[in-house]
């Protein structure tokens, strides 16, 4: 862990009050050893706590601050498990922030309204996830980057396993296979790893030319890391 941020709160206690948090940070670099639920997928890397939400309905303010405060203290991937179906500048700003900071942002496309843009998912240059099960691009709106499973029994809060479900628990693991990414490529940016793994996913044989493709952390760790053409999708907001 690095020292991290309570934005609901305004102090250094991120302390999570849900378990929504701690479920998606044991996906992404859980200790493997804990004996509880999987693993993270890169155990070694550190985890900033950032506390943007309390509860749902939650402040579009607070989550633009987490981000940019993640962006500012160093994170090299900021995963934000959630999304919002109303676009907001400050959202924009802080994906905007972050960028210019090197940081790669990996957000949630929602569980719902299928096709429906979701934010900050829905942002360039977001590395946006959805769940396997989740349909959402059409052959005129290919707006979602990649899927990947989403439901994993993790460490909860209580020291027993607790499942992550939903795009949620895509996203968190996505932001793992990135994490791995940096870790194998200390000299890789966030636009390169972003393209690894956009072009590395793999569509599964009954999926349409506009599917969702699935993430693919063995071919992305496999395979050279400097961008080259990705899959053509619809424009989003920059």
Known sequence: MTPGYDFVDGDTDPADSSGHGTRVANL??????NGVGFGGLCGRCRVMPVRALSGRPGSTADVAAGIAWAADHGAQVINVSLSTPAASGLLRDAVDHAVNKGSLVVASAGNMEPTAWRYPAAYEPVL???AEV???NTAT???VDVNAAG?????????VAAPTSGASGSTALVSGV????????????AADVRSSIQRTAKLSPVQPPYGTPTVNALGMCSTSVPPTPSRPRSPRPG
């Open 178 to 189: 990135a994490a791995l990414a940096f870790a194998l490529k200390p000299d890789a940016s």
């Open 151 to 159: 439901t994993w029994p993790v460490l909860g809060r209580n020291n």
């Open 28 to 33: 992404i670099a859980g200790d493997g050893a």
């Open 134 to 136: 989740a349909t959402k």
């Open 141 to 143: 709106d290919r707006w």
């Open 128 to 130: 946006s996830v959805s």
